[in-house]
């Protein structure tokens, strides 16, 4: 039986792309599939039937500034993540996805990790709602937005608490013994993390003539930084800690200079705070295919988005985390917890003194390598697919 599917998506596009496996599953499988998504992020969803209705994450993050200016001190994260995730603006997404609804008629919502708004249309309709495994999902507990959810919910009309932020279920794809999910998050149906999430991508060919006698690093800070660094205008207050992406990539140009290594650096199109000139052996780019280019790294050094940790972990790749802002900062704790690499401080030195003890480090290759088995242990995406039709139709046949 086909089953219909909404995939509301907002974030970045590490969020649409942490959803675009699943979704492709499903229309795979011969389900009909729609993606409501802010314009920026459809690109992301090629091959797939994409309604750009929904508001950037922007939206939020912008209408957070005056709320925030209120504020006596630096704002808290138990303050911010309600207003992020939570705000009026979910209200007005609800408003949006309505007649993509009505002419639709979803089964089921398949939401990123922080998308709150396909939660509401859902609960609103009768439908079962899932969420697919992104960044700050894993750190979302149904306390730290119960009190938000109830007045989105007053404004619609309708009688819905934090206690249905995984009322149906959420996804992830790591084994329960190495989640990066906070306390209180809600258990997950786990699959096997896709080795290829887009499809088609090659290296640069001056890759596969680089040196195979030194060790290979590669070094990326994400697609959100990137992003808020390409609206941050400097003014008003900032959820979170301030963040300087020219400066991290600096930090990590000049710890990778005094590594004896092949090191590529995946800026996301920024540019590298002036410093030193970039060493022969440090080769700058924009963006690189990361999951292609873990299948031979013999490091990633990384800003700790969950993306990246669970492509790293799929690929058997050590890590080194050096974090920026939000859900980063628990991953950098509990990739060191795990065993699976090292944190490290903001500073040149301890990135080269982190990234060497790491390339060493029979323990943290062993663990990584059986974290990844048991990764590779977990059912594929496509089993997702069979297992969120028959939840939808079981759901409906209860109804």
Same mark, same amino acid.
């Given at each position: 039986?086909?089953?219909?599917?909404?995939?509301?998506?907002?974030?970045?596009?590490?969020?649409?792309?942490?959803?675009?496996? !699943?979704?492709?599953?499903?229309a795979a499988a011969g389900h009909e599939v729609v993606v409501a998504c802010p314009e920026e992020l459809a690109g992301v969803f090629d091959g797939l039937r994409v309604e750009a209705?929904?508001?950037?994450?922007?939206?939020?993050? /912008? /209408?957070?500034?005056? &709320?925030?200016?209120? =504020?006596?001190?630096?704002?808290?994260?138990?303050?911010?993540?309600?207003?992020? !995730?939570?705000?009026?603006h979910v209200t007005e997404a609800v408003r949006l996805l309505r007649p993509?609804?009505?002419?639709?008629?979803?089964?089921?919502?398949?939401?990123?990790?922080?998308?709150?708004?396909?939660?509401?249309?859902?609960?609103e309709r009768g439908i079962?709602?899932?969420?697919?495994?992104?960044?700050?999902?894993?750190? =979302? &507990?149904p306390d730290a937005?119960?009190?938000?959810?109830?007045?989105?919910? &007053?404004?619609?009309?309708?009688?819905?608490?934090?206690?249905a932020l995984h009322r149906h279920g959420r996804l992830d794809c790591f084994p329960p013994a190495w989640s990066f999910a906070a306390e209180g998050v809600a258990p997950a149906w786990s699959y096997r993390q896709d080795d290829e999430v887009a499809r088609g991508d090659v290296l640069p060919a001056w890759i596969g003539e680089l040196p195979a006698g030194r060790p290979l690093i590669l070094a990326a800070i994400g697609t959100a930084l990137p992003m808020m660094a390409s609206r941050d205008t400097g003014d008003g207050p900032r959820p979170g800690p %301030?963040?300087?992406?020219? @400066?991290?990539? &600096?930090?990590?140009?000049?710890?990778?200079?005094?590594?004896?290594?092949?090191?590529?650096?995946?800026?996301?199109?920024?540019?590298?705070?002036?410093?030193?000139?970039v060493p022969p052996h440090v080769h700058v780019l924009?963006?690189? %295919?990361?999951?292609?280019?873990?299948?031979?790294?013999?490091?990633?050094?990384?800003?700790?988005?969950?993306?990246?940790? @669970?492509?790293?972990?799929?690929?058997?790749?050590?890590?080194?985390?050096?974090?920026? !802002?939000?859900d980063q900062e628990g991953n950098a704790d509990r990739v060191a917890a795990l065993g699976l690499g090292r944190r490290c401080a903001p500073e040149a030195g301890d990135v080269t003194a982190a990234c060497a003890a790491v390339l060493h480090d029979a323990g943290v290759h062993a663990e990584i390598r059986r974290a990844q088995r048991a990764m590779l242990?977990?059912?594929?995406?496509?089993?997702a697919a069979d297992d969120l039709a028959a939840l939808a139709q079981t759901h409906g046949c209860a109804a």
């Open positions: 039986m086909q089953t219909r599917v909404l995939a509301t998506v907002t974030g970045s596009p590490s969020h649409a792309r942490a959803v675009l496996p !699943f979704a492709r599953a499903l209705v929904m508001p950037p994450m922007s939206a939020a993050v /912008a /209408a957070l500034g005056p &709320r925030l200016a209120e =504020l006596e001190g630096p704002p808290e994260m138990a303050v911010v993540i309600p207003m992020l !995730f939570a705000g009026p993509v609804a009505e002419r639709f008629g979803p089964d089921l919502v398949l939401r990123d990790g922080t998308e709150l708004a396909g939660l509401l249309l859902a609960e079962p709602h899932v969420a697919a495994p992104s960044g700050g999902g894993q750190q =979302l &507990r937005v119960d009190g938000a959810l109830r007045e989105r919910s &007053r404004e619609l009309g309708l009688a819905v608490t934090g206690t %301030p963040v300087d992406p020219p @400066r991290a990539l &600096r930090t990590i140009v000049d710890g990778l200079a005094e590594l004896d290594c092949e090191a590529v650096v995946a800026t996301g199109g920024l540019a590298i705070a002036e410093g030193a000139p924009d963006w690189v %295919p990361q999951p292609l280019l873990l299948s031979c790294a013999d490091l990633l050094l990384t800003h700790g988005g969950y993306n990246s940790i @669970r492509e790293t972990v799929r690929h058997g790749t050590p890590m080194v985390v050096l974090p920026q !802002f939000g242990a977990l059912p594929p995406v496509a089993v």
